[in-house]
């Protein structure tokens, strides 16, 4: 059974960097497409990026100019990180093994930008 | 982006009564080509990450219950809890995975009445 974990700080000043890491676990990251999403306190959804077993990457275009998603197969670990962040990212975000539809979902971390 | 357009925001059902979902996706999610509609329904407890529970708009995930059931084609799509239990409160999501990016219907508030 495939599990994911994410980890990372829970508070970031704004005009940072917000990194997250997502370690899976009870399968390869060199197969599948991999995914971060989040959702704002009280609110939905929104897809961030995904990253292939090959290390194709897609983004979001609402959130293109700031993000980067990348993986480190050594340590079945994919990352996530968001430049100058303000409130508005704000959010729990999730990590997720993406096959268009998500049945595998990391238990999400709160993030939140505040100086 | 396509937009996931969810109806109503939220509803109050009997227990044992059937609850009605709708989305409606900006621009068409099926793909001629595989005759696949490309739609997904979540289920989300508070404090916990979505659940899947539907997938290529009508096939249910491995262990959902058979009461949840999912139909449409196109533009219009609806999930179906044929008699509601009350572990089945939530918020229900729909999302469209035909292109880039992914986008999410507003959510729906299920509740008991």
């Known amino acids: 059974q495939v599990q994911l974990q994410e980890s990372g700080p829970g508070l970031v000043k704004p005009s940072e960097t917000l990194s997250l890491t997502c370690t899976v676990s009870?399968?390869?990251?060199?197969?599948?497409?991999w995914s971060w999403i989040r959702q704002p306190p009280g609110k939905g959804l929104e897809w961030i990026a995904y990253?292939?077993?090959?290390?194709?990457?897609n983004y979001n275009p609402s959130l293109k100019s700031r993000v980067t998603i990348s993986m480190d197969t050594s340590k079945n670990q994919f990352s996530l990180k968001l430049r100058s962040v303000t409130a508005a990212d704000t959010a729990v975000y999730y990590c997720?093994?993406?096959?268009?539809?998500?049945?595998?979902w990391g238990q999400g971390t709160l993030v939140t930008v505040s100086s | 982006d396509i937009v996931m357009t969810q109806s109503p925001d939220s509803l109050a059902v009997s227990l044992g009564e059937r609850a009605t979902i709708n989305c409606k996706s900006s621009q068409s999610v099926l793909q001629t080509s595989n005759n696949k509609n490309y739609v997904a329904w979540y289920q989300q407890k508070a404090g916990q990450p979505p659940n899947l529970l539907i997938y290529w708009t009508s096939t249910r995930e491995s262990g959902v219950p058979d009461r949840f059931s999912g139909s449409g084609s196109g533009t219009d799509f609806t999930l179906t809890i044929s008699s509601l239990q009350a572990e089945d409160v939530a918020v229900y999501y729909c999302?469209?995975?035909?292109?880039?990016?992914?986008?999410f219907g507003q959510g729906t508030k299920v509740e008991i009445k």
């Open positions: 999302q469209q995975y035909y292109s880039i990016p992914w986008t």
């Open positions: 997720a093994r993406d096959q268009g539809s998500i049945a595998y």
């Open positions: 009870g399968g390869s990251i060199s197969s599948h497409y």
């Open positions: 990253i292939s077993y090959s290390g194709t990457t």
